[in-house]
T-cell receptor, first 117, second 111 residues
């Protein structure tokens, strides 16, 4: 199946710094990618839909100035957590769909563990 | 997007068949039913998808009654490595349609 990668797999940063997370579709093109956040023992929460060449669509309650999303190419979307604080510590997961194959199958990246000290 | 309801957790033993039922009373005509598996600190992995009746692949079976208001994921002869969270999602296909995750079911398989 299609492969989605994320980099880095984990990151530790100081409070107040910004962190960029990359999401790549390795063997397919994705005009749309999705970013999720998952806290311990909780489900995945959709943060935003990343659209290639246009602005991201954020879910209600997600601060767009806090979580900057850039989808500059058909294989790369980035999520930047600006001025990170300890409450931003979480597991961030991206996903993308292919335009072929299973009708509703979405491929997920391995996730990025962010820890803000 | 249709809301789903699943049991929070289930316990099983190795070699048993496990059935996880999901309720989706407000499923729309164009919605498909998809199940994902997630291990700790990993992204979810696609298991199976269906629209109606029964679907089977090398990993699981999915049973969907005629009214499509529920579905049952069946895992034959589970092993310890099947311990994971299983999510039931309903929604339309297409590359731009988002998926909303419910609470999921934590399946614990014991020896």
């Amino acid at each position: 199946g299609a492969v989605v990668s994320q980099h880095p797999s984990w990151v530790i940063c100081k409070s107040g710094t910004s962190v960029k997370i990359e999401c790549r579709s390795l063997d397919f093109q994705a005009t749309t990618m999705f970013w999720y956040r998952q806290f311990p023992k909780q489900s995945l929460m959709l943060m935003a839909t990343s659209n290639e060449g246009s602005k991201a669509t954020y879910e209600q309650g997600v601060e767009k100035d806090k979580f900057l999303i850039n989808h500059a190419s058909l294989t790369l979307s980035t999520l930047t957590v600006t001025s990170a604080h300890p409450e931003d510590s979480s597991f961030y997961i991206c996903s993308a769909r292919t335009t072929s194959g299973s009708y509703n199958e979405q491929f997920f990246g391995p996730g990025t563990r962010l820890t803000v000290l | 997007l249709a809301k789903t309801t699943q049991p929070i957790s289930m316990d099983s033993y190795e070699g048993q068949e496990v059935n996880i039922t999901c309720s989706h009373n407000n499923i729309a005509t164009n919605d498909y039913i998809t199940w994902y598996q997630q291990f700790p600190s990993q992204g979810p992995r696609f298991i199976i998808q269906g629209y109606k009746t029964k679907v089977t692949n090398e990993v699981a079976s999915l049973f969907i009654p005629a009214d499509r208001k529920s579905s049952t994921l069946s895992l034959p002869r589970v092993s310890l490595s099947d311990t994971a969270v299983y999510y039931c999602l309903v929604g339309q296909g297409g590359a731009t349609n988002k998926l909303i995750f419910g609470t999921g079911t934590l399946l614990a398989v014991q020896p």
